[in-house]
């Protein structure tokens, strides 16, 4: 097999398995891993804290697979461990199901060598030598497997510089972007997470030679996680402490403030949660922020504007997406021309909003409750990068109209109450303005996101983004009852993209 290799000493057995977590945490659906060495040499080892991790079980039982010749697991990662020691031919793959597994989950292959050239080229072969008294792990491949390992072994550097190399690693969540959170854990501190987020890939052009990314104003390195956390905390937001970075490589290692989510243990919204982030939102609309934030000695973010070039693209996605699943076909020259007449000029309305800075995704998934903590302190706010100067009034339909979450319209009516009167007990407030800006904004987040949904499931293959559809059109509605969306009501109407439609 060709392609780069990067070798790790391995001193004892401790390693070999810290080997095998750092492993778990790069493996996909689809990954093959193979598991060269001689009797003894610490595949085993290897295999069994690979497994453990995935299914965050340090005392799960793991047996040799050598008689049964595969052992499955119903891990975070559905994993097939293969021992191919005893097979006669490498056509008995097929009978071991292995294509199968790959289709299921990723699969582990120990005496791989005797699968003679059926494993896939995009195999990610893991060598154990002896070295001294202990092992050299020998790591080869090409593409996406190997790839994604030697980043997570270059986390593992990461924590050893940071003095918490011998942390036990855990996967924690991801997003709908390329970044990943794990929750990292050391005898006698308290957890901290893992934050892996590489730099931005930009994609093709879309518009006027430009990619998506750099039209919507994505943010494309962690640097802009990192100025965004010190401005806010400095402007009295619980966010994130920032213990080590690693800005090149696009590694924090942070603060966890929290498990308990923004809503109640049946995953109904709390009423009295809302009105408080609608709160602190208020006081940070309350507030002048500024748009060149330090990032580092000697180095600078600058929050990019949601112009109306961001707000078009992004409204766009329905066009580009969701029109044509419900449609069967392409959005004609006319819908497209209709659709973007109709929202100019509802753009051109924004032009006397109060505009700040916005968090852009300020909705369930990235608020943490804390309860034990009083006023502001009690919401930790996380996944800000993307943060933009625009309409304060975004944010707050962000919230009101959560889009995981199903939110009746007296939740949503409490949340903008609690917000408008905030804003008046702080100081003059154009409520009219705040909300025909609020109209606006929901029915351009809610068409957006009904574009984003479908791309995720036809161009990502996550089809359980489309159970939020309804909902999502439901929050469309009720964006274009104000009178100032009339229009653009009669519009989308008239091409039935506020139906209910089963896709």
């Known amino acids: 097999m060709t392609g780069p290799v990067l070798e790790r000493l391995l001193a004892d057995e401790t390693q070999t398995s810290r080997l095998g977590e750092d ?8 990954d093959v891993l193979a598991l060269k060495g001689d009797l003894g040499a610490g595949k085993s080892t290897l295999a069994r804290a690979l497994i453990r991790a995935l299914a965050d079980d340090a005392g799960l039982d793991v047996p040799s697979p050598t008689f049964t010749l595969v052992q499955s697991y119903d891990t975070r ?37 005797r699968a003679e050239g059926y494993l896939p080229k995009t195999t990610l072969s893991i060598e154990l030598v002896q070295h001294g008294e202990g092992r050299l792990a020998r790591l080869s491949g090409q593409g996406p497997a190997f790839d994604r390992a030697a980043r997570s072994l270059a986390m593992r550097g990461f924590l050893e510089t940071a003095g918490w190399g011998e942390a036990r690693r855990r996967h924690f969540i991801g997003d709908a972007s390329a970044r990943s959170y794990e929750i990292v854990t050391l005898a006698g501190q308290e957890p901290r997470v893992l934050m892996n987020s590489p730099r931005l890939v930009l994609g093709p052009s879309v518009r006027d030679g430009k990619p998506y990314a750099v039209i919507a104003h994505t943010a494309q390195s962690v640097s802009a996680f990192v100025a965004i956390d010190r401005a806010l905390k400095a402007g009295g937001v619980s966010v994130p402490e920032i213990h080590a970075e690693d800005q090149d490589q696009g590694f924090l290692l942070i603060e966890h403030l929290g498990s308990e989510g923004f809503l109640g243990r049946d995953g109904e919204p709390v ?32 929050v990019p504007p949601f112009d109306r070039d961001a707000m078009m693209i992004e409204a766009d996605l329905l066009v580009d997406w969701y029109v044509p699943a419900i449609s069967g076909q392409p959005p004609s020259d006319a819908l497209r021309a209709g659709y973007a007449r109709e929202w100019n000029a509802l753009f051109d309305r924004l032009n006397s909003s109060e505009y700040t800075l916005m968090l852009r995704d300020f909705h369930s998934p990235n608020i943490i409750w804390r309860g034990d903590r009083t006023g502001h302190d009690r919401l930790g706010i996380v996944d800000f990068q993307d943060a933009l100067i625009g309409p304060s009034a975004y944010d707050v339909a962000s919230l009101a109209m ?10 949503e009516k409490r949340t903008l109450d609690a917000y408008v009167a905030a804003r008046h007990a702080a100081g003059a407030f154009n409520e009219a303005s705040f909300l025909e800006a609020y109209a606006i904004m929901a029915a351009q987040r809610n068409s957006k996101i009904l574009g984003i949904f479908v791309r995720l499931e036809k161009r990502d293959g996550k089809p359980y983004y489309l159970k939020h559809l309804p909902r999502i059109r439901d929050y469309l509605r009720r964006a ?8 653009l009501r009669v519009f989308y109407e008239a091409h039935g993209l506020l139906e209910e439609r089963t896709l």
């Open 23 to 30: 492993l778990a945490l790069s493996l996909r659906a689809g």
């Open 77 to 113: 990662i559905p994993v097939h461990h293969f021992d191919l020691y005893r097979l006669s031919s490498a056509a008995e793959l097929d009978e071991l199901g292995f294509d199968e597994a790959l289709t299921q989950g990723a699969a582990l292959v120990e005496w791989p060598e």
């Open 271 to 302: 009423a009295e949660r809302y009105t408080a982030a609608a709160e602190l939102l208020a006081m940070m609309h309350g507030k002048t922020w500024p748009r060149r934030l330090q990032a580092g000695p000697g180095s600078f973010h600058e």
């Open 402 to 411: 959560d889009a995981r979450v199903t939110i009746a319209p007296e939740i």
């Open 480 to 487: 274009l009852s104000h009178p100032a969306l009339a229009s």
